[in-house]
T-cell receptor, first 108, second 118 residues
Framework: QKEVEQDPGPLSVPEGAIVSLNCTYS??????FMWYRQYSRKGPELLMY????GNKEDGRFTAQVDKSSKYISLFIRDSQPSDSATYLC????????FGQGTELSVKP | ETGVTQTPRHLVMGMTNKKSLKCEQH?????MYWYKQSAKKPLELMFV???????ENNSVPSRFSPECPNSSHLFLHLHTLQPEDSALYLC?????????????????FGEGSRLTVL
């Protein structure tokens, strides 16, 4: 079983849609949960960072962590074509593990 | 310059060539990393340097040789590579806590060096 599972997509949505990206994990030692965004031909950039369970909101982005279910989510409201990128979940707790990334395309 | 800079951005090499990838960070961080990114696969950690000392080497083949002359510069020396080594090689930096490798996951990545091995 992989430590972090992420649906690779691709995921295609119309502009304005609500997007839900998800990851599951198996290691209870993870304490820090991140979402990185990677545009084509660029390196990943940290988008959201949360510690332990709960929600964190930043503009149109909401990161949600449910440690009891070992499940994290990233919600994008009012999605824009500029949100088209690969989104990588990552988790840390002694070591840092990345998901394989979900490719998102937002169509105008 | 700001952030993490990688050169070259693209590299094509034969299996018998020797080349090097360079990374420079302007963030004042004390840890640097090499990751390999292949299509449809998670980022693979290759090497970690903390305070210029290698602290992690994830069973990487010896045809990849890292070098960290100071806290701002990191190199990846390549020799006798295989076609399956073709990938995007990402450099990253972070600020570790004074207690050691806290690794909270806050990494700053460069734009990567796209390597093609013929």
């Amino acid at each position: 079983q992989k430590e972090v599972e992420q649906d690779p997509g691709p995921l295609s949505v119309p502009e304005g849609a609500i997007v839900s990206l998800n990851c599951t994990y198996s290691n209870s030692a993870f304490q820090y949960f991140m979402w990185y965004r990677q545009y084509s031909r660029k390196g990943p950039e940290l988008l959201m960072y949360t510690y332990s369970s709960g929600n964190k909101e930043d503009g149109r982005f909401t990161a949600q962590v449910d440690k009891s279910s070992k499940y994290i989510s990233l919600f994008i409201r009012d999605s824009q074509p500029s949100d088209s990128a690969t989104y990588l979940c990552a988790m840390a707790g002694g070591k840092l593990i990345f998901g394989q990334g979900t490719e998102l395309s937002v169509k105008p | 310059e700001t952030g993490v800079t990688q050169t070259p951005r693209h590299l094509v090499m034969g299996m018998t060539n020797k080349k090097s990838l360079k990374c420079e960070q302007h963030l004042g961080h004390n840890a640097m990393y090499w990751y390999k990114q292949s299509a449809k696969k998670p980022l693979e950690l290759m090497f970690v340097y903390s305070l210029e000392e290698r602290v992690e080497n994830n069973s990487v083949p010896s045809r990849f040789s890292p070098e960290c002359p100071n806290s701002s510069h990191l190199f990846l020396h390549l020799h006798t590579l295989q076609p399956e080594d073709s990938a995007l090689y990402l450099c990253a930096s972070s600020q570790e806590s004074s207690t050691g490798t806290a690794n909270t996951g806050e990494l700053f990545f460069g734009e990567g060096s796209r390597l093609t091995v013929l």
